[in-house]
């Protein structure tokens, strides 16, 4: 069998890409700062010559790019993920030289958004593990995160309570997944065209209230309470890693134990082990005594609900206000996570991360005013999106079952 | 424990496949139950299973008239089964298999894995199986996958056990082994049902033999009836079931394999220098211990074995490093061993199934228009002559019994033009009928003066389908002889002793 040739020409490509933007990184230095006022001592900035950096950078990239030729071409093998992340580190780090030369660049608060901006996609992206792996196909997590943005924003408002927003998220999401559910499981529809009809009748329905309801309550009732900062003592103040992990709202803790549990649950308990047989070959999974339909509903009853809780920080946590088709397509991005995780929640998660930084990116970028127009880097997001699913995830194997309704004789 | 069926009636849509059947299985007893293929053997094994619901009739266990809703509750009543379709999770490990629906866990329902390994080492060397737990069973050949299931039978202590077809896949040797678990089993006072087409082996272990033909009962057979008796009671005719065929007209070598070497992901050499020509009007047998190289060897033919150098020709033509799509086009009609996962499609008709690798040409299809009506006519030739028993050429592939889906593949590989047919266990899972038929057109495939290379586990095939008969043993051709060699030497042979 011959190997697969799209890792390398993704590599070419995006190396080609940056070749042409390294000699124009313009102004003389680039500065990066490292240290937050939280602190337990200080970090001196770090001031880089952006041109030579940039250089360097793509010299890496090369290196990366040569070695994947190499391998695919003449010893027929897989590129090793440790040369793509290499690659990417550099990509990322010569694309930064360049918007962000002459410019300070602060770095860890860059990370810290990252995260934070991550976690509706880590959120969604464990409801599309869930669903997935127990063989039902989840298009439906941007209407799950929707209604729990909308929800949320909704039951604080009333009851002023952080907790009972993220509650009323956690129900809505979950019953969002009930629709896809009970349309997949026992009415066999098919499981995309579902998934999508969901999400235009929510982004229809929440839009549809919004207007009605909150835009002429807006101080009852589309003006909730937002997440507090908590800063874990000690952890927080670590230089870089505590600001960007520990220095975080209840949600990103919250998201922290939800990536640890599905991931324990999924690959290390009892429950999990049926829930990926089902995902896998239910008919096995039935003879065995093992109820295919009920363990499917419950997974993605799960993961609907934490999908709901992960669209309580767009309310919540972001904008502290509800806003028509506010996840604005994180769904979508969510699945592609899961995908560029193949199915496993903590790969899933980084994937997400990685997605979040260039969101955050955006933001950062018209701040400090960057040589791009914004409306190109609106689509930054989407492009990593398309090429990371296309070029480097390389031929992945979801559940078999996914998608196939289970029919008893 | 006494298990009864009574009257069990079993409809798919109107057509039925269980007519109200009685059997009855005893503790201690093997209860054999022959059958052409589509018989209904499988359906009724699965109503007492569970899985399917009956539309009339009533299992009694101990007296007691009893329902199952699912095959949980089977279980719980002390009923296992071996599938004849392995129910194995390929991307699970043998340990996850063999424990799914009844875990062992530690508290918090997390997975007690070493229990789980501990137990399938348990019941491995209770009935002499070697078989690493945690090996991804979607790696193993399919000999060891039937002990995954056989072991997955056996853990929840069941009091009667069904074994529906599991000497299919095994080697002679591996069904020696299966026969003698089956009477340590039956000594430790289970009652098993044993199905097979095999009729040495019915006459091996059977107490009892149910024959059923159309989802009827036809009668009860004793074990001391002759093959031939069993046969005709199964089909309903007296059936030949020696091959018969012409000495071989043979013609240049037309097909030659050199020095293949292969080696498994793994980095183990799979296949050693293997040698060989077959001329045209030949039936080459490849004979052996499954497991010895000879799925490597189709693979390395069909272009789907990573890691081959060498040289495949065929008449002249190199055919290593083709893509699978030009093998086939260059004329090679292949039979996988595994049916289900490489053979055909389970969600598409027969039809679809029929035409598979030819949907792009003629007369299947008219630039990119699909002649229909073209298939169907086929599709309906096809149904009759392999006598594939379907209700129609739109039944899905998955509704067939098994050994009706192995009649498709044969059907559709056996009706292009070839200039090669490959065949791995071509008859696998056939009744004596069909047997007979498959060998008639595999001897007239060699007697339109084409190369034949048959994959063979079972001696009696091998001698009587080759013209030549080669052995091989951990990836070597060890000895190439007339299929009139004694079955001794033979046997010695794939034991790796040689001469
Ligand atoms: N799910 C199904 N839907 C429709 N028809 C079915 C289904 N399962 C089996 N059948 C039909 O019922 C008949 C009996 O099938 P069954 O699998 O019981 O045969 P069998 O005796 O086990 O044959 P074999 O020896 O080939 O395994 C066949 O004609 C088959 O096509
Ligand atoms: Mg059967």
């Known amino acids: 069998m011959k190997q697969s040739k799209k890792t390398p020409i993704a590599l070419i490509v995006l190396l080609l890409a940056a070749s042409l933007i390294v000699p124009n990184v313009g102004g003389e230095q680039l500065e990066v700062q490292i240290a937050t006022r939280t602190d337990l001592f200080p970090i001196p900035n770090i001031i880089l010559p952006s041109q030579g950096f940039a250089t360097v950078m793509l010299a890496l990239m090369l290196a990366m790019t040569a070695l994947s030729v190499y391998l695919t071409f003449v010893r027929n093998k897989k590129t090793p993920l440790i040369a793509v992340i290499a690659f990417s580190f550099g990509l990322i780090m010569a694309v930064l030289a360049w918007l962000f030369s002459g410019a300070t660049m602060t770095f860890t608060t860059l990370l810290a958004g990252s995260l934070a901006l991550a976690v509706p996609l880590i959120f969604g992206s464990l409801s599309g593990a869930l669903s997935e792996r127990v063989g039902i196909i989840n298009i439906a997590i941007e209407g799950q995160l929707l209604a729990g943005a909308f929800t949320s924003a909704l039951v604080a408002s009333v009851t002023d309570s952080v907790l009972l927003g993220i509650l009323a998220a956690m129900i809505a999401g979950a019953l969002v997944a009930s629709i896809l559910a009970v349309f997949s499981i026992k009415y066999l529809v098919d499981q995309i065209i579902t998934g999508v009809v969901i999400n235009v009748l929510i982004i229809g329905l929440t839009s549809f209230l919004f207007s009605t309801l909150l835009a002429d309550n807006i101080s009852l009732l589309n003006q909730p309470p937002r997440f507090e900062r908590i800063s874990i003592p000690l952890l927080g103040q670590i230089p870089v890693i505590g600001p960007v992990l520990f220095n975080q709202t209840l949600i990103v803790y919250l998201m922290y134990l939800a990536v640890a549990g599905v991931f324990l649950a999924l690959f290390k308990t009892r429950w999990g082990l049926r829930l990926r047989s089902v995902g896998e070959y239910p008919k096995a999974s039935d003879t065995v005594g093992i109820n295919v339909f009920r363990t499917r509903y419950m997974s993605v009853m799960i993961g609907g609900a934490l999908a709901g809780l992960g669209g309580s920080f767009f309310t919540l946590g972001q904008v502290g206000a509800f806003g028509k088709e506010m996840t604005n397509g994180a769904g979508y991005i969510a699945l592609a996570a899961l995908i560029f995780g193949r199915w496993n929640p903590v790969y899933a998660a980084m994937a997400a991360l990685l997605f979040g930084f260039a969101l955050n990116l955006q933001y950062a970028l018209q701040i400090v005013g960057s040589p791009l127009p914004s409306e190109f880097l609106l689509m930054l997001p989407y492009v990593l999106t398309v090429v990371a699913v296309a070029g480097l995830v390389g031929k992945v194997k979801g559940p078999a079952a996914a998608g196939k309704p289970y029919v008893k004789s | ?499």
Do not use: W
């Not at chain 2, 095959?71 to 071996?82: D, F, Q, S």
């Not at chain 2, 390929?90 to 866990?105: D, K, S």
């Not at chain 2, 004694?486 to 002793?497: F, H, S, T, V, W």
């Open chain 2, 1 to 499: 424990m006494r298990l009864e069926l009574k009257g069990i009636t079993k409809k798919f849509g109107d057509f039925t496949a269980n007519d109200q059947i009685d059997l009855v299985a005893e503790s201690g007893e093997i209860h054999c139950l022959l059958g052409e293929n589509g018989a209904g053997k499988s359906t009724l094994m699965n109503v007492l299973y569970g899985l399917y619901q009956a539309d009339g009739g009533e299992v009694i266990l101990d007296g007691k008239p009893t329902k199952f809703a699912g095959p949980g509750e089977a279980m719980k009543a002390g009923i296992g089964m071996v599938h004849q379709h392995f129910m194995l999770i390929p991307v699970f490990t043998v340990a996850e298999n063999v424990i799914l629906g009844h875990e062992p866990t530690k508290p918090l329902g997390f997975l007690d894995v070493e229990k789980a390994r501990e137990l399938v080492r348990e019941i491995s060397s209770r009935f002499g199986f070697d078989i690493d737990p945690d090996a991804v069973v979607g790696d193993l050949p399919v000999g060891v996958q039937q002990r995954v299931e056989i072991i997955k039978a056996l853990i929840s202590d069941a009091q009667v056990l069904i074994f529906d077809e599991p000497t299919a896949v095994l080697t002679p040797q591996e069904t020696d082994e299966l026969m003698e678990i089956m009477r340590q089993l039956k000594d430790e006072g289970k009652a098993i049902v044993f199905i097979t087409h095999k009729l040495r082996e019915v006459k091996e272990v059977a107490d009892k033999i149910t024959v059923i033909r159309l989802g009827k009962v036809v009668g009860q057979a004793k074990p001391s009836d002759t093959t031939e008796q069993l046969a005709s009671m199964m089909v309903g005719r007296e059936v030949d079931l020696s091959v018969n065929k012409d000495p071989a007209n043979l013609g240049e070598a037309s097909f030659q394999v050199q020095n293949l070497t292969a080696f498994s992901p793994s980095g183990n050499k799979v296949l050693d220098d293997v040698s060989f020509e077959v001329q045209r009007g030949e039936i080459f047998v490849i004979a052996g211990v499954q497991g010895n190289g000879q799925t490597e060897l189709a693979e390395s033919i069909l272009g789907i074995q990573d890691k081959v150098s060498g040289s495949i020709k065929l008449e002249g033509k190199e055919l290593l490093g083709k893509s699978v799509k030009k093998v086939l086009d260059s004329g090679v009609g292949f039979v996988p061993e595994d049916r289900t996962e490489d053979g055909l499609v389970a969600d598409f008709t027969i039809a679809e199934n029929l035409m598979l690798d030819r949907s792009d040409r003629p007369p299947f299809a008219k630039g990119i228009q699909l002649q229909l009506k073209n298939l169907h006519e086929f599709a309906g030739q096809k149904l009759k002559s392999f006598d594939i028993r379907a209700r129609s050429i739109f039944s899905k592939a998955n509704q067939l019994s098994g050994g009706n889906q192995q009649k498709v593949v044969l059907a559709r590989e056996l009706s292009r033009d070839l200039k090669l047919l490959i065949a791995s266990q071509p008859t696998r899972g056939l009744d004596v009928g069909s047997i007979e038929f498959v060998h008639e057109q595999i001897v007239a495939a060699r007697d339109s003066g084409i190369p034949v290379v048959i994959i063979a586990t079972e001696l009696d095939e091998a001698t009587q389908l080759g013209d030549r008969v080669a052995v091989m043993y951990k990836g070597k051709i060890v000895g190439v002889v007339s299929p009139d060699t004694q079955r001794e030497e033979l046997g010695k042979l794939m034991a790796g002793i040689s001469a």
